[in-house]
């Protein structure tokens, strides 16, 4: 029962002694891998997100909401983006550049959506003028008739 006893003592304390030595041999995690760099899944998602907005861009084209000038530049800016998320997507996506990724998407969206709601007029055109003539824009009559 003795040799049992010290033998098992002695098993213990050899592998309590070499347990942290073992530890210390485990395969390192990469660096960047750790903080989050190998996020292809975060650039797809930004890559399907401006290919909504060019499309959307190309919907209010066709419905001549936005001038074609309008949309060709809205376009262009989209395209950059796109090539640009493309580009950071291939190695990993840092959390600044996501950032500044997400950031200049919500400035194109709103882009669009000011260039959409404003009608594509410009002051001087008829459908601007009361029936004194004025430009709606600069009258101070609040839409009376002047006699």
Do not use: C
């Not at 909504?52 to 919907?59: A, F, K, L, T, V």
């Not at 074609?68 to 550049?97: F, K, M, P, S, T």
């Not at 959409?116 to 709606?136: C, H, L, V």
């Amino acid at each position: 029962m003795r040799k049992f006893l010290i033998s098992t003592a002695l098993m213990a304390s050899t592998l309590a002694v070499a347990a942290p030595a073992a530890a210390q041999w485990a395969q390192p995690v990469p660096q960047g891998y750790a903080y989050g760099y190998d996020n292809h899944g975060q650039a797809r998602r930004l890559e399907v997100r401006v290919a909504q907005i060019r499309r959307e861009i190309q919907q209010l084209d066709r419905r001549d909401i936005l001038s074609n000038r309008e949309a060709r530049r809205l376009d262009e800016q989209a395209r950059n983006l796109q090539q640009r998320v493309r580009y950071i997507g291939q190695n990993g996506i840092d959390r600044r550049e996501r950032y500044a990724v997400e950031r200049q998407i919500a400035q194109l969206e709103q882009r669009i959506q000011r260039e959409a709601s404003d009608g594509n007029r410009r002051t001087g055109y008829n459908n601007d003028r009361d029936r004194d003539g004025r430009i709606d824009r600069y009258e101070d009559d609040r839409g009376r008739v002047r006699g």
